[in-house]
């Protein structure tokens, strides 16, 4: 029997403190053929450098707190277990730059740096959901009448025939102020 993955480390899987999942109203995307054109510098799971090639960039798609959700969830497979990473984006403000946003997230192909609001783990603040086959756009839904004036939630997942084979990947450098400046000098001005 072919063997995939063995625990190779002792690991406390929790603590006395109360964990908090949330992610910030704030993630960077990045066409994903400009992903797969980049540079990227990795270490036992953890990403320290990334530089897109040429011109390309990210952008910074922002919102209010807790309207971005970030996921994943396990699919059983018959001859393996795959991920389904999940970002879902809701916008509040009705503008045309908004409309324009939507309308490439949900014709295009994207990886999505997430910043979690806990910071107490400084490696694990910044995570990329996608990186390896990109989340396309599973649902956008607009309701004229939601009580909270979401004008638009936007689901980015992965598709059923390009699944992840990990859970997201960390970013970081030496510390936070290095790890947001590096991600910072991806985004478009």
Not at 47 to 55: D, E, P, R
Not at 116 to 128: A, H, K, L
Not at 148 to 173: K, Y
Request: with cysteine; net charge negative.
């Amino acid at each position: 029997m072919l063997t995939c993955a063995r625990l190779a480390a002792n690991a406390a899987l929790g603590s006395c403190r109360n964990g908090n999942g949330a992610i910030s109203g704030e993630v960077i995307a990045i066409n994903f053929d400009d992903w797969q054109n980049a540079t990227i510098t990795e270490a036992n799971g953890v990403i320290s450098s990334i530089v897109l090639a040429g011109q390309a960039k990210a952008y910074r798609l922002t919102s209010k707190d807790r309207a971005f959700e970030a996921s994943y969830s396990m699919n059983r497979g018959t001859y393996g277990n795959s991920l389904i990473h999940q970002v879902i984006l809701r916008a509040f403000d009705n503008t045309q730059e908004n409309k324009d946003a939507i309308n490439a997230l949900i014709q295009g192909r994207f990886v999505f740096i997430v910043k979690r609001v806990d910071i107490s783990n400084p490696g694990t603040v910044y995570e990329v959901y996608g990186r390896q086959n990109g989340l396309t756009a599973s649902a956008s839904d607009g309701n004229s009448t939601d009580g909270d004036g979401v004008l638009n939630a936007t689901t980015m997942a992965s598709d059923d025939n390009a699944r992840e084979s990990e859970l997201p990947t960390s970013v970081f450098v030496t510390d936070l102020a290095a790890t947001k400046t590096m991600i910072d000098a991806l985004v478009a001005a």
